[in-house]
Protein backbone atom coordinates (compact mmCIF):
# COMPACT_ATOMS: atom_id res chain seq x y z
CA UNK A 1 0.00 0.00 0.00
CA UNK A 2 1.11 3.40 -1.08
CA UNK A 3 0.13 7.12 0.11
CA UNK A 4 0.57 9.72 -1.81
CA UNK A 5 -0.01 13.31 -0.71
CA UNK A 6 -3.75 13.41 -1.73
CA UNK A 7 -4.59 11.03 0.80
CA UNK A 8 -2.28 12.80 3.33
CA UNK A 9 -4.10 15.98 2.43
CA UNK A 10 -7.45 14.40 2.58
CA UNK A 11 -6.51 12.74 5.98
CA UNK A 12 -5.10 15.98 7.61
CA UNK A 13 -8.51 17.63 6.45
CA UNK A 14 -10.39 15.12 7.95
CA UNK A 15 -8.05 15.59 11.62
CA UNK A 16 -8.44 19.55 11.30
CA UNK A 17 -4.88 19.37 10.68
CA UNK A 18 -3.05 22.44 8.60
CA UNK A 19 -0.72 20.82 6.14
CA UNK A 20 1.49 22.76 3.48
CA UNK A 21 2.28 21.12 0.52
CA UNK A 22 6.15 20.58 1.99
CA UNK A 23 4.69 18.89 4.98
CA UNK A 24 2.75 16.87 2.84
CA UNK A 25 5.43 15.16 0.80
CA UNK A 26 7.51 14.60 3.65
CA UNK A 27 4.19 13.05 6.14
CA UNK A 28 4.06 10.79 2.96
CA UNK A 29 7.27 9.24 2.51
CA UNK A 30 7.02 8.95 6.39
CA UNK A 31 3.95 6.87 6.20
CA UNK A 32 5.00 4.99 3.41
CA UNK A 33 8.45 4.23 5.43
CA UNK A 34 5.53 2.83 8.14
CA UNK A 35 3.65 1.34 6.01
CA UNK A 36 6.68 -0.43 4.62
CA UNK A 37 7.37 -1.55 8.08
CA UNK A 38 3.66 -2.77 8.73
CA UNK A 39 4.10 -5.43 5.20
CA UNK A 40 7.58 -6.55 6.72
CA UNK A 41 6.31 -7.39 10.04
CA UNK A 42 2.71 -9.27 8.68
CA UNK A 43 5.55 -11.40 6.39
CA UNK A 44 6.51 -13.47 9.86
CA UNK A 45 5.04 -16.72 10.35
CA UNK A 46 4.04 -16.15 13.79
CA UNK A 47 1.60 -19.67 13.93
CA UNK A 48 1.75 -21.54 17.12
CA UNK A 49 3.36 -18.52 19.27
CA UNK A 50 0.96 -17.29 21.90
CA UNK A 51 -0.03 -13.90 22.49
CA UNK A 52 2.06 -12.78 25.46
CA UNK A 53 2.21 -9.50 27.74
CA UNK A 54 5.82 -10.28 29.09
CA UNK A 55 9.04 -12.20 27.75
CA UNK A 56 9.06 -13.79 30.97
CA UNK A 57 5.59 -15.94 32.23
CA UNK A 58 3.36 -14.09 34.95
CA UNK A 59 0.76 -15.15 37.01
CA UNK A 60 -1.31 -12.13 37.58
CA UNK A 61 -2.35 -11.25 41.47
CA UNK A 62 -6.01 -11.68 41.78
CA UNK A 63 -8.20 -11.30 44.89
CA UNK A 64 -11.37 -13.32 46.11
CA UNK A 65 -14.03 -11.78 44.61
CA UNK A 66 -16.76 -11.96 47.63
CA UNK A 67 -19.73 -9.82 48.06
CA UNK A 68 -19.60 -7.80 51.06
CA UNK A 69 -21.38 -4.11 52.14
CA UNK A 70 -17.87 -2.80 53.13
CA UNK A 71 -19.07 -2.35 56.64
CA UNK A 72 -18.51 1.44 56.53
CA UNK A 73 -21.92 2.66 56.65
CA UNK A 74 -21.25 4.47 60.45
CA UNK A 75 -17.90 6.12 58.78
CA UNK A 76 -19.72 7.28 56.08
CA UNK A 77 -23.02 9.13 57.65
CA UNK A 78 -20.59 10.14 60.54
CA UNK A 79 -20.32 14.11 59.26
CA UNK A 80 -24.06 14.74 58.06
CA UNK A 81 -26.55 16.78 60.06
CA UNK A 82 -29.29 14.43 60.36
CA UNK A 83 -29.18 10.60 59.51
CA UNK A 84 -31.25 7.54 60.71
CA UNK A 85 -30.14 3.94 60.58
CA UNK A 86 -27.35 4.97 58.63
CA UNK A 87 -29.62 6.58 56.25
CA UNK A 88 -29.14 10.54 55.21
CA UNK A 89 -32.08 12.78 56.50
CA UNK A 90 -32.52 15.80 54.08
CA UNK A 91 -35.25 18.21 54.38
CA UNK A 92 -38.44 18.40 52.19
CA UNK A 93 -38.14 20.19 48.88
CA UNK A 94 -41.68 21.32 47.70
CA UNK A 95 -41.94 23.86 44.91
Known sequence: MSVDIAT????ARL???A????DASRMAGELNTILGFVEQL???DVTGVEPMTSV??????K???GVTDGN??????????????NFFLVP????
Open 15 to 17: ARI
Open 42 to 44: NEV
Open 19 to 22: VTED
Open 63 to 65: RQD
Open 56 to 61: IPMEMK
Open 92 to 95: KVVE
Open 72 to 85: KAADIVANAPATDE
Open 8 to 11: VKRV
